[in-house]
């Protein structure tokens, strides 16, 4: 269904390219009134594109983007100026930089051009009923004059300049993660040999980014980062950031961040309520802990990569919630068996809700075997069972029921009527990032036999649990 969408979608995108080109066309052999007579006028063909030259460039010289082209443009009097302009927004030229209006070098100050988008405008006939009755009324010919308009490197859209600097053929990105000042990319192979090109491009288009990094390895299951290099700008990876009205502070370089997550962070923080109790298995830098601690939940975070730990006491700080939460820097399955087991009998006998969270999507699914037996002693009536939202990665044909049994597997418990899916995020090609969401089961949390596998996430060498202390 996918790849059938994405056929679709390129058809319709290049039948696009082919009106567009149509209208053009006919701009290109408009006809235009020069001193009572009649001339045939040839229009730049490349129009929006820098000059060809460029292809190849490694190192960026944007003196070479520069060309003069010529575009349609109406001349307007003064007195009706902004009137005008307002009526033919949708037709006026649109390029960063560009000033629409400009000084008429051959007529008095009472008058200005409007310059018009030639893919929009090839002639009088090209406004539209409301466009051609507002000039009218404002007393404005439709006659078109033409313009010299000189385009430089800071007139062309990102697009434009990778397009033109890139072998002819290949896939073209621009796409990049922001996180503060930091442009994060993933580039292809065949685009390293213009990746500092494309770094400067990024920065020079993109107000605020001082930073463009490259990731150049898969993330490291053990404490989720990834070695990256520095395509331009300065090498400060501290960033800050601000998601959902919280602030968080980290070194970008050394901890996991995924600012494409904002929406599922909110989603399950707003089942969180006043008086809950939230245990964070891999808390990361507290996108999920800071939030659920500023809702007035008690939050005890959990962290393997030590770096992650200091920063999460950072933010807890930072964000003035340090005395609701309790962080630890432990492996998750530790933790599991260690502070939430101590917390949970006394959670069970409350009506307060209890949520544990297990955002680690490569692995935590493997973690829910820690329940099994996590409690010795089942007691005689029901209790306040805790709700868990485990993640996983998905790459089989239907992700939902996939998560689900490998989510049954490790609890030894069937959970396929009891529980619930979200999907969050197609990752890659053919790979979901799953949300499974359940009531951890009686018999699985008061079970006599508790089976421990081993984690691919090793225990730090000394572990440390503490209140939030100053970063230093």
């Known amino acids: 269904m996918l790849r059938f969408l994405s056929r679709t979608f390129a058809s319709v995108q290049t039948q696009r390219k082919l009106d567009s080109a149509a209208v053009l066309q006919s701009f290109l052999l408009s006809d235009s009134v020069s001193s009572g007579s009649i001339k045939r006028t040839v229009m730049e063909p490349k129009l929006y594109r820098p000059p060809p ?21 109406l001349q307007v009097p003064t007195g009706v100026l902004n009137k005008v302009v307002k009526s033919l927004k949708k037709s006026t030229i649109q390029r960063p930089g560009v000033h629409r209006v400009v000084q008429d070098k051959e007529e008095s100050s009472s008058f200005r051009l409007v310059l018009l988008d030639p893919h929009r405008v090839s002639s009088a006939g090209s406004f539209s009923e409301a466009e051609a009755e507002a000039l009218r009324s404002f007393g404005v010919s439709e006659e078109l004059k033409q313009y010299e308009l000189k385009l430089t490197y800071d007139n ?38 213009y990746k500092n090109l494309i770094g400067q491009v990024i920065m020079d288009k993109n107000p605020g980014v001082t930073c463009v990094v490259n990731k150049t390895n898969m993330i490291d299951s053990t ?20 998601e959902n009205g919280v602030t968080y502070e980290f070194d970008f370089s050394r901890v996991y961040w995924n600012s494409r997550l904002s929406t599922e962070h909110q989603r399950v923080v707003q089942l969180v309520k006043r008086g809950d109790t ?64 101590q917390e949970l009998p006394a959670l069970l006998k409350g009506e307060s809700a209890v949520h544990v969270v297990m955002n680690l999507p490569a692995l935590a699914l493997e973690f829910l075997d820690a329940f099994r037996g996590l409690l010795q002693l089942e007691p005689p009536c029901e209790q306040n069972l805790p709700t868990v939202h485990c993640y996983g990665f998905s790459k089989d044909d239907n992700p939902e029921a996939d998560v689900v049994e490998r989510a049954s597997r490790s609890l030894g418990f069937p959970l396929e009527d009891t ?32 089976k421990t596998e081993p984690s691919e ?11 939030s202390p100053n970063l230093t």
Not at 156 to 168: D, H, S
Not at 225 to 235: S, T
Not at 457 to 467: F, S
Request: glycine fraction near 4%; include cysteine.
């Open 156 to 193: 062309l859209k990102t697009e434009e300049v990778l397009e033109a600097v890139l072998p002819q053929g290949q896939d073209v990105t621009s796409a990049f993660s922001r996180v503060g000042h930091i442009a994060h990319m993933n580039l292809r192979d065949h685009q390293l040999p």
């Open 223 to 242: 404490y989720r980062n990834f070695k990256m290099e520095v395509l331009a700008g300065e090498e400060n990876m501290v960033a800050k950031v601000k």
């Open 419 to 450: 529980c619930s899916v979200h999907f969050v995020r197609n990752v890659a090609p053919n790979k979901d990032m799953m949300c499974v969401r359940f009531t951890v089961p009686k018999e699985v949390l008061f079970c006599s036999e508790a």
């Open 457 to 467: 996430e090793p225990a730090p060498k000394r572990p440390k649990c503490e209140d």
């Open 53 to 73: 030259e460029v292809r190849g460039m490694t190192s960026l010289d944007k003196d070479a983007f520069t060309q003069t082209i010529t575009v349609p443009a």
């Open 278 to 341: 939230v245990f964070d298995v891999f808390a990361g830098v507290g996108p999920f802990a800071v939030p659920a601690a500023r809702a007035g939940a008690k939050v005890l975070a959990n962290d393997l990569n030590p770096e992650s730990h200091r920063w999460l006491q950072h933010n807890c700080k930072l964000n003035k919630v340090e005395s609701k939460v309790q962080t630890f820097n432990l492996d998750g399955r530790d933790f599991i068996r260690g502070p939430l087991k």
